[in-house]
């Protein structure tokens, strides 16, 4: 079974900084993208950066800049790094990942979330 799991949320200042994780595990033969996506209350959920197995990262204009994202295929995992916060980047930050298991098709799958509070 293939899970996504985060970590490194929690509450900065703005103008501070946070970084991210996310480790895929399970009975993985091969990931293609990965990806986060952020949902703040009350809104949709929204793309904040694409990574491909292989090719340039994108990211969503609101981040462009201050957000980095980098993956290691080796170890399964995805990280952001996020500088000069805002309020409005306060959300729920989910990993999103597609995922070949062995014997299996690709699948989409989804971290559990995790909360980005910025708040003075």
């Known amino acids: 079974q293939v899970q996504l799991v985060e970590s490194g949320g929690g509450l900065v200042q703005p103008g501070g900084s946070l970084r991210l994780s996310c480790a895929a595990s399970?009975?993985?033969?091969?990931?293609?993208?990965m990806a986060w996506y952020r949902q703040a209350p009350g809104k949709q959920r929204e793309l904040v950066a694409t990574?491909?197995?292989?090719?340039?990262?994108n990211y969503a204009d609101s981040v462009q800049g201050r957000f980095t994202a980098s993956r290691d295929n080796a170890k399964n995992t995805v990280e952001l790094q996020m500088n000069s916060l805002k309020p409005e980047d306060t959300a729920v930050y989910y990993c999103?990942?597609?995922?070949?298991?062995?014997?299996?098709?690709?699948?989409?799958?989804w971290g559990q979330g995790t909360q980005v509070t910025v708040s003075s």
């Open positions: 399970g009975n993985i033969f091969f990931i293609n993208d």
């Open positions: 999103h990942a597609n995922i070949m298991a062995f014997g299996d098709l690709n699948k989409d799958y």
């Open positions: 990574i491909p197995r292989g090719g340039s990262t």
